[in-house]
């Protein structure tokens, strides 16, 4: 989930409030990069022998709510650089809200 999420962001950028669907993406996302990425989060969100995310399924644990309705991440503040440099209308991006029938091919 980006850090962007609507404000000061072009109107054909996604908003990630209303989306989630990177944060439910894949079991093995969002990893930790180095000791010190994730520091605050609480222990039993985290996978520390695979040094990633607790999932449920392809859920991360740190996800509230409902993927494309309304969603939250319960550490934003403290969540993984890899969540804040994952950009909300990037290709990935788009890749992702396809996945979930989010967006069609082609749209904005
Ligand atoms: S897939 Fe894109 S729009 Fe959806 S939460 Fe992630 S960054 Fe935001
Ligand atoms: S830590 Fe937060 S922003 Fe990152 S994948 Fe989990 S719910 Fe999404």
Redesign the pocket.
């Known amino acids: ?2 850090s962007g999420k609507g404000s000061g962001l072009s109107g054909s950028v ?3 409030l209303v ?5 439910a993406w894949s079991e093995t996302w969002p990893v930790l990069i180095g000791a010190r990425d994730g520091e605050g989060i609480p222990d039993e969100l985290i996978d520390f022998d695979n040094m990633r995310m607790q999932s449920w399924g392809h859920r991360c644990a740190a996800l509230e709510g409902e993927i494309g309705c309304r ?1 939250g991440c319960s550490v934003y503040r403290e969540r993984p650089l890899v969540c804040r440099e ?4 990037s290709e990935d ?1 788009r890749m ?2 396809r996945h979930f029938g ?1 967006e069609t091919v082609g749209a904005e």
């Open positions: 989930m980006a996604p908003d990630c989306c989630g669907g990177c944060c969603v994952f950009q909300a209308g991006c992702v809200r989010f």
